[in-house]
Structures are given as structure tokens and as C-alpha cells.
């Protein structure tokens, strides 16, 4: 006889190969049952890393450094506004010269003629200075009354003899020497008075 098992329930036999009861219908304990596939658990998804605080205090200080810059670019502006506001009209800067650059009749010299002088301003004491397009000296420094037309290629000519340089004053240069391009500087011992390309 083949292997049975009783219903717990209904108390009817069943062969050992039912899985349920043929009489009730219920799974019967004592058969072989198929093995079942683990029933899978809650998805768990790996942690969020923890906050880097260290990023958002550098974007922090970087904004900070970012405002006070503007803040004094505007207060640069600003001030600058008021003390150029403090000169009187008509006065300029005192000590700033007027040069208009042209070339002479038969373009052989440049001529810077001066259009406006800081008063007092000797020949002894202004300074002619030629640069090269590149920045380099190509005529140092040198007096306006000490400039020689044939060792320098460049000459101091004042519309007055004697005195202080005024308007109507002129430099010659040589456009052979010191062509297009070049750059041209005219100080003092307080500084720069007037500077500009030769062109």
C-alpha cells in the first residue's frame, strides 16, 4: 500500500504526494512541498553621506571677499568723484601738460607742440623720455635744454627766447629714429606731465 497521511482537519486520507487535503482542501503538513524562494526584504539603500560644512563656509568667505571688494571699488569711485569735484572749474590739474602730436611739413620730424604748460616749468627741468613700441628706452631721459638734435635725433624749440616753456613750444623728433609707434614721456621731478604715442 502506498504511503498516506490523515487531514488534520477532516481527519480523510490522502496519499503522501498531495500537497492539499482531496477531502477539505487544506495544505496538509506532512507532504513534500516544493521549496520556496525567500521572500525578499525591505529595499535598504546605503546611507546619505554626512554634509561637508568646509564647502559652504568657502563659498561664505569667498562671497564676503567678493562684496567687500565691490563695496570699495564704489567707494574708490566715490571718492574719486568728490576730490576731482574739488578742483575749480577751468583749473585742471596744475600740473599737467597740453601736447598736440603732428608731423612737420615734409615728414621727416615729429612735432609734439605744447598746448598748455604748469607755470614756472623750465627747459633746465623738463625731461624728454622716447620708449619704444615694446616699452624699451630709446632715448633716456634728457632736459629739454640739453636736447641735441645730432646726437638725439630730438630738439627742444621754444617760441620765445629765453624764459620758462610755454604754449607754442615745440619738440621736434625724428620719425626716422623713432617711428610710428614709439611713445614719448614729458616730466618733471614731481612726476610724469604728459606721455603718449607717436603717430
Known amino acids: 500500500m502506498a504511503a498516506t497521511i490523515r487531514c488534520a482537519r477532516c481527519g480523510a486520507t490522502n496519499s503522501i504526494a498531495n500537497q492539499f487535503c482531496s477531502n477539505c482542501g487544506v495544505p496538509l503538513s506532512g507532504s513534500a512541498q516544493p521549496p520556496m524562494a525567500p521572500t525578499p526584504g525591505p529595499m535598504m539603500w546605503p546611507p546619505l553621506p554626512a554634509r561637508s560644512t568646509s564647502n559652504v563656509v568657502v563659498l561664505i568667505v569667498v562671497l564676503v571677499i567678493v562684496v ?3 563695496l570699495v571699488g564704489v567707494a574708490a569711485v566715490l571718492i574719486g568723484r568728490q576730490i576731482a569735484n574739488t ?3 577751468g583749473t585742471g590739474n596744475p600740473r599737467l601738460m597740453g601736447i598736440s602730436v603732428g608731423r612737420s611739413a615734409d615728414g621727416t620730424n615729429w612735432t609734439l607742440l605744447i598746448t598748455s ?3 614756472g616749468l623750465a627747459p633746465t627741468v623738463a625731461r624728454l623720455t622716447i620708449l619704444t613700441s615694446g616699452g624699451s ?3 633716456a631721459s634728457t632736459s629739454f635744454a640739453s636736447l641735441n638734435y ?8 621754444p617760441s ?20 610710428t609707434g614709439y611713445g614719448y614721456q614729458i616730466s618733471e621731478s614731481t612726476g610724469i606731465l604728459a606721455a603718449g604715442r607717436l603717430y
Open 68 to 70: 567687500a571688494v565691490v
Open 87 to 89: 578742483v575749480p572749474p
Open 117 to 119: 604748460v604748469p607755470s
Open 137 to 139: 628706452t630709446a632715448l
Open 150 to 157: 645730432a646726437v638725439d635725433r630730438a630738439v627742444y624749440s
Open 160 to 179: 620765445q627766447s629765453g624764459g620758462t616753456v610755454v604754449a607754442g613750444d615745440r619738440l621736434l623728433i625724428s620719425t626716422v629714429v623713432y617711428p
